[in-house]
């Protein structure tokens, strides 16, 4: 690790103006990246933010068909949560699919939405559920916050404080871990919503998470998983490794796909 | 049977230490002064180092030295060296190029050692090491083992113009071919053995320390054999002579092989303690472990079996190319030869065989013993041969196995290796029936029913372990004997200490050795420590590996405590007033025979040290004995494991369902440490069958640098296995006993790789089957199965 400057900010406010002095500094909430990533000399910050004690970014409230998780909720919390078990129960499924239990215990909602990991799985659930993302400074549509690896719509010393779901009619995630790391190799989150559908790729993306356009407008017309017989995305723009060409990636978000509407009921 | 004697489950002694994190690792060492070791590696795969610019870092606040090869040469440091010389066909030496421990002039593999920075704290080490400018002129690479001896491959060592090792055979080339010549049938397979990382749970470390008033060094240091440490490190790389250094491994978590070898950190840490006047510790990090521990397996295959009209094998051909990385690791040459080939016959009776096996540089790590070592690469080529073969003749695979079974013993096979005993026939038969053999077709039914594919697969082992025969290993080229040690220290109090030559890093040594001391003495098992990894306490010793320990290490115990009953029956003579031929020694009792005249042993430990009954000229006072044990044959565990297994062709993820493990191991001494071997052998062969794989790019680079891209198994990707044994006691050594802690490395690869064939169709699935191999290869059984 190399040396940083240490400040553990005690409101958002006093967070983002720190964040906007030292714009090469990083914020900290759970550091399930941020920290591995530092140790390996892969990132050497001048600063380190950390926000582990702005506790109003922690909870979780459902009002009015929307289920709002404050930035710095761990994905444990979520994943137990009764309240969001009983209204989008694929986001608590979600949530207990991510990392193992050193990871769900640390990391952060916040956290894992900013970093748009493009292997990430919260981006996915944003993307279907039509999520909003909230910051200290305005409210971003999921649809416009992330745009391509590791890149979003956050500004300069902008900090997301909480990310609203609107309750879906029908809802659910299929993840196809990676042998190795167990992150998305294939994650698909197919949800629809005051009737329409939607279906969101983390995994497989080149540039991140993404929709399939023509999965949505098939399962808008049938939400069933024949709907989807014979579709498939493109392998172009998919990533391909060791673990999975694109070609494999490209069959697997189908099949993943038709499993996540077969289960989403 | 005792409760804590051969053959009872006694729970591990030293587990309490282990689990409650109290066991004392190598870096858990730490010496008054201490400084630490930051080794800069090579980026690159091949280059030319044209110079070292380290002014920068030796100014920075708290770095004491670099050292680059250049110092090393300068102090006469011997290069790591390989131990057992292998011949090629026309009698040449292998071409050996020179494996300095600090890179002189020439980089071979990314993770080659460049130079060292030892500073107070390894923060600044590190910190320092970023401003050691080294100046590379890179050159092509060559990582493939297929083409490494291809011509116009770019060229390693400039001994091996071919960068090849060695060009090497055994067996009977024309018998072979004959046998060829008059078969009704030939099968051929080309198969590849994948490279593997060891990955042992506790990574590498040193702590290189010098006395200035003594003039002599310690090195405490992660190996399987300390002893064999201090013997190259004095003898070849000339860091002291052997009185003047002592080698200590303390409790070392799992080596599987890979810390049998001497590395170049370990040597850095001690001749550096010297030279900085501090003493030097290291400890490896994960990806440091991936780049520099040498891998294992990485073997390209031709192989073919002829059998005649009945299905009987007639004769049996191999080439292989093995590569063994950028330099020679310690025991490198003889894993592809020597541990490979002689294994070829498996459980078969195969009149002629004729290997021929090249082994080749590469700019990848070392390759040297992972775990079975040699022994799994001859399984693997063997079971699958036998598996694709009757499914080519249209045999059942069982029946076929059956038919070419050895069950004469003793059995010469044409590949040196003479099986002293077994029961083949027995162990197949327990295993079939313990996997519902019979029923598989239903159960391939019901699979078929769900749009799943299921499969089962056969693996009938064998392994030469107990290693081995001086003087036979001699005349093959090793350059150490293979015997064992064990010394007895009776206490006067009869408490008992036996220092052994053999290392535990995970077997449970210090407690199936104080069973053997505890059945034999009559003592409790609490009362028997078992002293080991020190050469200051230990005189000498050949170290774990081979699945050795037990058939030779305890062996050599079983011969001092001969001694020690021998010399004690004097004592007892003297004591109990009679001649010692008519002492009598029974459950820690010595008594005189047909009198109620007796002493326990505690007591005659006692009179032996206080020696009042007895006059010291004729009687030496005393009870402490030696003894070195070499063993007369190698010993041959062998068993039958069965995979069955279920793919969706969807997606290529496979779910083992059953798994089926029989194992002969001869005398068991604690069964559920055999258990436990057998439980963990399985869970790597699975790992190499289906999860891990290490890999370069072209250029070199390994892809698989952390466990973010090198699957290891997890709990979860297993299941609970059935397993059984059978027994024929080892008739060469004392205790009957063959040695388990290989046999699921080697037993299960080709059964998972036989049940996944089995359930796609054919007999393209390389390993490791991952699922995006078995999509592709489940893809065409669908398709096939849409033609018909």
């Known amino acids: 690790m190399y040396e940083f400057a240490y400040h553990r900010p005690g409101s958002v406010a006093e967070a983002a103006k720190l964040a906007g002095d030292h714009t090469d500094g990083k914020l900290l909430a759970g550091g399930q990246t941020l920290l591995p990533t530092m140790k390996q000399r892969l990132a050497g910050p001048s600063d380190i933010i950390d926000l582990s004690r702005l506790d109003d970014l922690r909870g979780i409230s459902v009002k009015d068909g929307v289920v709002t998780i404050k930035a710095l909720t761990r994905h444990a919390a979520v994943a137990t949560s009764a309240e969001v078990k009983a209204a989008i129960p694929a986001l608590a499924e979600l949530a207990g699919m991510i990392g193992d239990p050193a990871v769900r215990n640390k990391g952060t909602i916040g956290g894992s939405v900013a970093n748009n990991d493009p292997a990430a799985d919260y981006p996915s659930a944003c993307l279907a559920l039509g999520a909003t993302i909230t910051t200290n400074k305005r409210a971003i549509k999921a649809d416009d916050f992330f745009q391509g690896m590791f890149e979003t719509a956050l500004e300069e010393g902008e900090i997301i404080t909480s990310i609203s779901f609107p309750v879906p009619e029908k809802a659910n995630y299929q993840k196809f871990r990676n042998p190795a790391s167990r992150y998305a190799l294939v994650g698909v989150f197919v949800a629809k919503t005051a009737g329409h559908v939607r279906v969101a790729v983390t995994g497989a993306g080149a540039s991140g998470v993404f929709r399939v356009r023509d999965f949505e407008a098939a399962l808008e017309a049938n939400f069933a998983p024949a709907a989807l017989d014979g579709k498939s995305v493109s392998a172009s723009g998919l990533n391909s490794d060791i673990h999975a060409d694109a070609e494999y990636r490209a069959h697997l978000i189908t099949v993943m796909a038709k499993r996540a509407v077969a289960a989403a009921g | ?788």
């Open chain 2, 1 to 788: 049977m005792s409760a804590t004697g051969i053959g009872a489950s006694v729970r591990r002694k030293e587990d309490f230490r282990f689990i409650t994190g109290k066991g004392r690792y190598t870096d858990d060492i730490n010496r008054h002064g201490q400084a630490h070791a930051f080794f800069i590696r090579s980026p690159h795969a091949h280059a030319t180092i044209n110079g070292i610019d380290a002014s920068a870092a030796r100014k920075m606040k708290g770095v004491l030295a670099v050292f680059t090869g250049d110092d090393l040469a300068a102090d006469k440091v011997g290069g790591l060296i390989c131990g057992w010389m292998i011949h090629s066909k026309d009698g040449s030496p292998m071409k050996a190029g020179a494996h300095p421990a600090l890179a002189q002039g020439k980089v071979r593999y990314v993770g080659d050692h460049v130079a060292v920075v030892i500073a107070d704290t390894y923060a600044i080490a590190r910190e320092a090491a970023e401003k050691v400018v080294v100046d590379y002129d890179v050159l092509p690479a060559i990582v493939d083992t297929a083409t490494a001896a291809a011509t116009g491959a770019p060229v390693l060592h400039d001994v091996a113009p071919n960068n090849t090792v060695y060009d090497w055979k055994l067996g009977d080339k024309d018998a072979t071919d004959a046998a060829f010549a008059r078969a009704k049938h030939v099968t051929t397979l080309e198969i590849v053995n994948n490279r593997l990382a060891p990955n042992p749970m506790e990574p590498r470390a040193a702590v290189g320390e010098y006395d200035e008033g003594s003039e002599s060094f310690t090195l405490y240091t992660t190996s399987q054999n300390p002893h064999v440490a201090r013997l190259v490190l004095s003898a070849f790389i000339g860091i002291a002579p052997e009185h003047k250094l002592r080698v200590v491994a303390p409790d070392v978590g799992g080596g599987f092989g890979s810390k049998i070898f001497i590395y170049a950190e370990e040597t850095i840490c001690v001749w550096a303690a010297k030279k900085v006047r501090r003493p030097v510790k290291w400890t490896s990090d994960r990806t440091e472990a991936f780049l520099s521990d040498a891998h294992g397996r990485d073997h390209v295959t031709h192989a073919q079996l002829a059998m005649d009209e009945t299905g009987k094998i007639l004769g049996l051909r191999v080439k292989t190319t093995a590569n063994l990385g950028a330099y020679l690791s310690t025991f490198s040459s003889a894993v592809p030869t020597y541990l490979y080939a002689p294994l070829l016959s498996g459980q078969y009776n195969i009149p002629a065989i004729y290997a021929e096996v090249d082994g080749v540089y590469t700019n990848t790590a070392p390759v040297d013993a992972y775990r079975g070592a040699g022994r799994p690469e001859a399984t693997f080529v063997v079971e699958r041969l036998m598996e694709v073969a009757a499914r080519e003749i249209g045999r059942d695979p069982a029946d076929f196995r059956r038919q070419n079974f050895v069950t004469q013993f003793p059995h010469q096979t044409p590949v040196i290796m003479c099986y002293d005993g077994g029961d083949y026939p027995q162990a197949l038969d327990k295993a079939l029936e313990l996997a519902d053999y019979a029923n598989i077709s239903k159960r391939k039914a019901e699979s078929a029913r769900k749009g799943l594919l299921r499969g089962i697969g056969i693996s009938a082992y064998i392994e030469a372990c107990g290693i081995a025969p001086s003087a036979a290993v001699g005349s093959l080229g090793a350059g150490v004997g293979l015997w064992e040690s064990a010394e007895i220290r009776v206490n006067p109090v009869g408490t008992v200490e036996v220092l052994t030559g053999s290392h535990a890093h995970g077997q449970g040594h210090e407690t199936t050795f104080a069973q053997l001391v505890s059945d034999r003495l009559g003592i409790s098992i609490d009362n028997v420590a078992i002293i080991h990894g020190d050469t200051d306490k230990v005189q000498m010793g050949m170290g774990t590996y081979g699945s050795r320990s037990g058939a030779v290490g305890m062996s050599a115990i079983v011969k001092a405590l001969d001694k020690i009953e021998a010399k004690a029956k004097k004592v007892a003579g003297h004591v109990l007033e009679a001649s010692p031929d008519d002492i009598e020694f029974k459950d820690g009792k010595f008594s005189v025979k047909g009198t109620d005249k007796e002493i326990d042993f505690a007591s005659l430990a006692l009179q032996a040290y206080i020696a009042h009954k007895f006059s010291g000229q004729e009687l030496e006072p005393g009870l402490k004995e030696g003894a070195f044990y070499d063993p007369t044959n190698f010993t041959f565990p062998a068993g039958v494991h069965i995979c069955e297994l279920e793919i969706d062709p969807q997606t290529g993820i496979v779910t083992i369902d059953k798994w089926t493990a029989v194992d002969d191991f001869g005398n068991l001494i604690n069964p559920m440490i055999v258990e436990g071997q057998v439980h963990g052998g399985i869970a790597q062969g699975i790992g190499q069958a289906l999860f891990e794989g290490v890999v370069y790019n072209k250029d070199g680079q390994l892809l698989t640098a952390s466990y973010m891209d090198y699957q290891m198994p997890r709990a979860g990707d297993l299941l609970s296995y059935d397993i059984a044994v059978t027994n024929t006691p080892c008739p060469s050594n004392p205790l009957g006993i063959k040695g388990c802690g290989e046999a699921g490395a080697i037993a299960a690869p080709p059964a998972v790789v036989n049940a996944l064939t089995d359930a796609v169709g054919h007999e393209d699935v390389p390993m490791p089957a991952t699922p995006q191999v078995l999509w592709r290869a489940a893809q065409r059984a669908v398709l096939k199965a849409a033609a018909e």
